[in-house]
C-alpha cells in the first residue's frame, strides 16, 4: 500500500495538470473576489461535513442510550390478559421462553395507585414482579441509586427516584398504597390501604423515574384480589428489538389457545422517542446535504471566473500543444482541491467534536447552571455520542464525489476555449 501511494504520489507531481493546478491555487495575482469565493466553497464543505459527522454521532448516541437505558428496563414484549388473570403461568411460560428470539421471560401485575408519604401524594404506576425472572428481562438492579434490590417482599416496595423526590421518601421510610379494587363485574368499588417500607430507590432517567414503582408480584396480587397464583401478563426480552412487533404476534399466537391477550411490544409505549431519533437523522441528512452542495455551487462560480481570468494562459499552452484533456484535469484539481481540503479538514474536526461533545456539554452546563436536556422529562441528561465509521466514510465520500462533480462543467469550459479568438483580442 505504501509503494502503491508513493508512486501515485510521483505520478501527481510529474503530471503537468498538477503543477498547473497547484501553481494557480497558491497565485497571489489573481482575483480577491475569486480568492474569497473559493476559501468560502472550501469553509463552506468543511463545515458542512463536520456538523454532519457530529449530528449523526449524536444521533447514534441517543439510539445506543435509549437501548441500554430505557430498553434495559421496559420489557421487550408484552402478552397481557384482557379480562381473566392467567392461571398455572408457570407452566404457560415456558414453551413461549423457548421460541427463538426470546431471551428470557417474567410475570407481573400492574396497576395505577397513589403513594402518599406524609402530607405529600404522588400518582403511579404500580409493577408487580418476580424479582428472580424479572433479573433475565430487566436491568433494574443496575440503576439503584440507594437501598439495595437483593430482595423484595411483601412489605417493600421499590420508588423511581421522581416520585421518592417528590413524596420526600428516603430508604427506610414508611409510605402508604391506595390501591383500587374492582368488583366481579368489573366495576370499580372503594380503595385498598397498604403500608410499606422503602427498600430500594432506582434512577432510569426521564419519565420513567416520576412514573413507576415495583413491589412483589404475589402480594400485588393478593392486594387486587387475584386468584392466588394468577398473573396479568408476561414480559419477554428478546434478542432483536426490532423485531418486537412481529415477535409479539407469534407468542401471542401461541398463548392464544389458552388465554385471550392483547400483544405488546415497546414500540407502543416508547416507539416515539425512536421514531423521532430517526426523524431528526433524516432532516440532518437532507439539510447538510444542501449546505454541502451550496459550497459545491461555490466551487462551480469559482472555477468559471477563474476561467474566465486565466482564458489568455489557457490560450497560450493550448498553441503550444497542450492536449485539452490536460486542461480539463489541470481546473479539476483546481476545484476538487477545496473540496477535498474542506473535507478533511471537516472530518477531522467533526470527529474531535463528536468525540469531545458530552464533556464539552458538561462544561456549558457546569458553567452556565443550565441544562438543555431535563432529566424529568429525557431520558438522558447529558449528549450521548457514538461514532459509526461507516457513517463518517460515507460522509467524507459523499462530499468528496460531490466537489469533484461540480469541477466538470468549468473545467470543460476551459478545454473549449479559442486560442485565436482570445489571443485575437489582445
Same mark, same amino acid.
Given at each position: ?14 503530471? $503537468? ?47 445506543? &442510550?435509549?437501548?441500554?437505558?430505557? $430498553?434495559?428496563? =421496559? ?37 395505577? @395507585?397513589?403513594?402518599?408519604?406524609? #402530607? ?75 403500608? %410499606? ?37 408476561? &414480559? ?32 407502543? @409505549? ?22 454541502? #452542495? ?8 469559482? %472555477? ?12 497560450? $499552452?493550448? @498553441? ?6 490536460? =486542461? !480539463? ?14 473535507? +478533511? ?5 467533526? %470527529? ?19 441544562? +438543555? ?6 431520558? !438522558? ?5 457514538? =461514532? ?14 460531490? /466537489? ?10 476551459? /478545454? ?11
Amino acid at each position: 500500500m505504501a509503494t502503491w501511494a508513493r508512486r501515485w504520489m510521483a505520478y501527481l507531481m510529474a503530471s $503537468l495538470s498538477w503543477q498547473l493546478a497547484q501553481r494557480y491555487r497558491k497565485s497571489r495575482n489573481s482575483n480577491a473576489f475569486i480568492r474569497f469565493i473559493a476559501a468560502s466553497s472550501t469553509i463552506g464543505i468543511g463545515l458542512g461535513v463536520a456538523i454532519l459527522i457530529l449530528a449523526l454521532s449524536v444521533m447514534n448516541g441517543f439510539e445506543l &442510550a435509549l437501548k441500554d437505558k430505557l $430498553l434495559s428496563v =421496559i420489557p421487550h414484549v408484552e402478552l397481557q390478559a384482557v379480562s381473566d388473570p392467567i392461571q398455572n403461568w408457570r407452566k404457560k411460560i415456558q414453551p413461549l421462553q423457548q421460541h427463538p428470539g426470546v431471551v428470557a421471560g417474567a410475570p407481573y401485575i400492574k396497576t395505577n @395507585t397513589m403513594i402518599r408519604s406524609g #402530607a405529600k401524594v404522588k400518582a403511579a404506576g404500580l409493577r408487580g414482579i418476580d424479582l428472580q425472572l424479572e433479573q433475565g428481562i430487566s436491568a433494574l438492579g443496575s440503576f439503584v441509586v440507594a437501598g439495595d434490590l437483593n430482595q423484595i417482599d411483601e412489605h417493600q416496595i421499590v420508588l423511581g427516584k421522581g416520585i421518592a423526590d417528590e413524596v420526600l421518601a428516603k430508604v427506610g421510610d414508611e409510605v402508604q398504597l391506595m390501591l383500587p379494587q374492582v368488583t366481579a363485574d368489573g366495576k370499580l368499588a372503594s380503595h385498598k390501604h397498604v403500608s %410499606l417500607t422503602v427498600s430500594a430507590i432506582v434512577s432510569i432517567g426521564g419519565q420513567l423515574d416520576h412514573q413507576q414503582a415495583w413491589v412483589d408480584i404475589a402480594a400485588l396480587g393478593a392486594w387486587l384480589n387475584y386468584p392466588q397464583g394468577a398473573i396479568q401478563g408476561f &414480559a419477554f426480552k428478546i434478542d432483536d428489538i426490532f423485531a418486537a412487533p412481529l415477535l409479539s404476534r407469534e407468542l401471542g399466537y401461541m398463548a392464544a389457545d389458552d388465554d385471550y391477550l392483547y400483544m405488546l411490544d415497546w414500540f407502543r @409505549t416508547q416507539g416515539h422517542l425512536y421514531n423521532d431519533i430517526q426523524m431528526v437523522r433524516s432532516i440532518l441528512y437532507l439539510v447538510l446535504v444542501l449546505v454541502l #452542495a451550496v459550497a459545491c455551487f461555490n466551487i462551480v462560480a469559482t %472555477l468559471v471566473m477563474a476561467v474566465r481570468e486565466k482564458q489568455g494562459d489557457i490560450a497560450i $499552452l493550448l @498553441t503550444m500543444g497542450m492536449p485539452r484533456s490536460r =486542461i !480539463v484535469k489541470a481546473f479539476m484539481w483546481l476545484g476538487w482541491l477545496n473540496g477535498l481540503t474542506g473535507t +478533511l479538514v471537516g472530518g477531522c474536526v467533526g %470527529l474531535l467534536l463528536a468525540w469531545q461533545i458530552e464533556p464539552l456539554f458538561r462544561f456549558i452546563t457546569s458553567l452556565t447552571g443550565f441544562s +438543555l436536556l431535563d432529566s424529568s422529562i429525557y431520558f !438522558v441528561d447529558y449528549v450521548p455520542s457514538h =461514532i459509526e465509521p461507516m457513517q463518517v466514510l460515507i460522509t467524507i465520500g459523499v462530499a468528496l464525489i460531490m /466537489s469533484l462533480l461540480a469541477t466538470i462543467y468549468p473545467a470543460l469550459s476551459a /478545454s473549449k476555449v479559442q486560442p485565436a479568438f482570445v489571443l485575437g483580442q489582445r
